[in-house]
């Protein structure tokens, strides 16, 4: 079975602009939570979707936000980068049934802010 | 929100030696604690997890203790080998429906010395 796929890798943008983020969950799961990875603050949750609705919010301006399919795929966009905003945006799928909750994540997207 | 604190920051072990890493968390809500491992360049990998109705889990060279009334959980690593060199995550989190995500530590580098 096929992994969690995020696309594009890696992204150069400047200061002010937006950025749109890809995540392709394991076949199967439901669920796609978003992460924030910096060395500083660590991985820091962004928000989860299940069955195409906002089910959960982390603590990050609503300059972040996102939307699932109905094939479960789901995307990220971030508007009026900032400096700050350099990550690695991680996503992870989940089947989420029955109290399973095993989170499996995806490579990444290694956002550069300029 | 959850708060969880990991330990240690860096651990070096020698090759075959046993490694120990220790997080606590604060919510008594939380019921599901997983650790990850990241290889560079990697999405952090789901190596074991466990549950608050169980104490102990293991597999293979790997096992994770949880104390519940302390809220402190620990992974333990036996016969270490090169290739366990990496980072280690801590998370915890709620089972249930709408879980607001995984809250993690801040990570343990853990070097295996040859």
């Known amino acids: 079975k096929a992994g969690v796929t995020q696309t594009p890798r890696y992204l150069i943008k400047t200061r002010g602009q937006q950025v749109t983020l890809s995540c392709s969950p394991i076949?199967?799961?439901?669920?796609v939570s978003w992460y924030q990875q910096t060395p500083g603050q660590g991985l820091q949750f962004l928000f989860e979707?299940?069955?195409?609705?906002?089910?959960n919010k982390g603590n990050f301006p609503g300059r972040f936000s996102g939307r699932q399919f109905s094939n479960s795929r789901s995307e990220m966009n971030v508007s009026t980068l900032e400096l700050g905003d350099s990550a690695l945006y991680l996503c992870?799928?989940?089947?989420?049934?029955?109290?399973?909750?095993?989170?499996?994540f995806g490579p990444g997207t290694r956002l550069t802010v300029t | 929100g959850e708060n969880v604190e990991q330990h240690p920051s860096t651990l070096s072990v020698q090759e075959g030696d046993s490694a120990v890493i220790k997080c606590t968390y604060s919510?008594?809500?939380?019921?599901?604690f997983p650790w990850y491992k990241q290889e560079l360049g990697k999405g952090p990998q789901l190596i074991i997890d466990?549950?608050?109705?169980?104490g102990e889990k293991k597999d293979q060279r790997i096992a994770v203790t949880l104390n519940k009334t302390a809220k402190h959980f620990s992974l333990h690593i036996t016969e270490t080998q090169p290739e366990d060199s990496a980072v280690y995550f801590c998370?915890?989190?709620?089972?249930?429906?709408?879980?607001?995500?995984?809250?993690f530590g801040k990570g343990t580098h853990l070097i295996i010395q040859p």
């Open positions: 992870a799928s989940s089947l989420q049934t029955g109290g399973t909750y095993e989170q499996y």
């Open positions: 076949s199967g799961h439901r669920s």
């Open positions: 979707y299940f069955s195409e609705t906002q089910r």
């Open positions: 919510d008594s809500a939380s019921n599901y």
């Open positions: 466990i549950r608050s109705n169980v």
């Open positions: 998370a915890a989190g709620n089972s249930g429906g709408g879980a607001d995500g995984l809250t």
